[in-house]
């Protein structure tokens, strides 16, 4: 079991990286003291959850958020089960340190393409682990660590810049996710127009989604 952190990279007028977007991943893993074995945590609960954002994912993120950048920062996580309350006391009084103010969001339910980590970023991770064909645990873990170190800045970008395709789809189908992925051709327009940080939604379909939602 892993858990993630990224965050949309940040780059100069000269397109230079001043923010890779990945804050860390973390290994969820229980060590036999003595022994060369590693074991899988095979259980996640809350508590492991919780710890691992306390000790490991909010230290990462004031290690590296860029300092010009807003101190308003929003976790996204999913619904499972171990993931915890966005009100959470313990949560909220750790993630109010060195003024930042860091608050927990959930995405909607059943919505995999509005996860950056589900929608591509995974998947491109995967595709890099597989290339290194693991053994066992050990091999597994080295492959998955290299293959998140490798991934590219630039890749990550795309994957949140699909996210912002996908929300306008969502918007035109009135919040339904049985739409098609959409292509808008990100590596074309990295050489030539250059990639966009934001994608426009259609007023008309703003105005109609709005409509549906109030007469529903």
Same mark, same amino acid.
């Given at each position: 079991?892993?858990?993630?952190?990224?965050?949309?990279?940040?780059?100069?007028?000269?397109? *230079?990286?001043?923010?890779?977007? /990945?804050?860390?991943?973390?290994?969820?893993k *229980?060590?036999?003291?003595?022994?060369?074995?590693? /074991?899988?945590?095979?259980?996640?609960?809350?508590?492991?959850?919780?710890?691992?954002?306390?000790?490991q994912?909010?230290?990462?993120?004031?290690?590296?958020?860029?300092?010009?950048?807003?101190?308003?920062?929003?976790?996204?996580?999913?619904?499972?089960?171990?993931?915890i /309350?966005?009100?959470?006391?313990?949560?909220?009084?750790?993630?109010?340190?060195?003024?930042?103010?860091i608050?927990?969001?959930?995405?909607?339910?059943?919505?995999?393409?509005?996860?950056?980590?589900?929608?591509?970023?995974?998947?491109?991770?995967?595709?890099?682990?597989?290339?290194?064909?693991?053994? *066992?645990?050990?091999?597994?873990?080295?492959?998955?660590?290299?293959?998140?170190?490798?991934?590219?800045?630039?890749?990550?970008? *795309?994957?949140?810049?699909?996210?912002?395709?996908?929300?306008?789809?969502?918007?035109?189908?009135?919040?339904?996710?049985?739409y098609?992925?959409?292509?808008?051709?990100?590596?074309?327009?990295?050489?030539?127009?250059?990639?966009?940080t934001?994608?426009?939604?259609?007023?008309?379909?703003?105005?109609?989604?709005?409509?549906?939602?109030?007469?529903?």
């Open positions: 079991m892993f858990l993630a952190a990224v965050a949309r990279p940040q780059f100069d007028n000269d397109n *230079n990286i001043l923010f890779d977007g /990945k804050s860390e991943y973390f290994l969820c *229980n060590r036999v003291t003595g022994t060369l074995e590693t /074991k899988a945590c095979t259980s996640v609960t809350k508590d492991v959850y919780r710890s691992y954002l306390l000790e994912v909010l230290p990462q993120i004031r290690r590296k958020w860029p300092l010009l950048s807003s101190p308003i920062i929003y976790i996204q996580q999913d619904n499972a089960k171990p993931h /309350k966005i009100d959470d006391e313990e949560f909220i009084n750790s993630s109010k340190q060195d003024g930042f103010d608050r927990l969001v959930c995405q909607p339910p059943n919505s995999p393409d509005l996860n950056v980590l589900d929608l591509g970023f995974f998947r491109s991770i995967q595709s890099l682990q597989h290339q290194k064909a693991p053994k *066992n645990i050990d091999e597994l873990i080295d492959a998955v660590c290299k293959s998140f170190d490798e991934l590219s800045a630039s890749c990550l970008n *795309n994957v949140f810049l699909s996210l912002q395709a996908c929300m306008v789809e969502v918007i035109k189908s009135f919040g339904n996710n049985a098609k992925l959409p292509h808008i051709g990100k590596d074309n327009l990295a050489r030539t127009t250059g990639l966009r934001t994608l426009k939604c259609d007023i008309v379909d703003v105005q109609q989604a709005t409509q549906f939602l109030q007469a529903t």
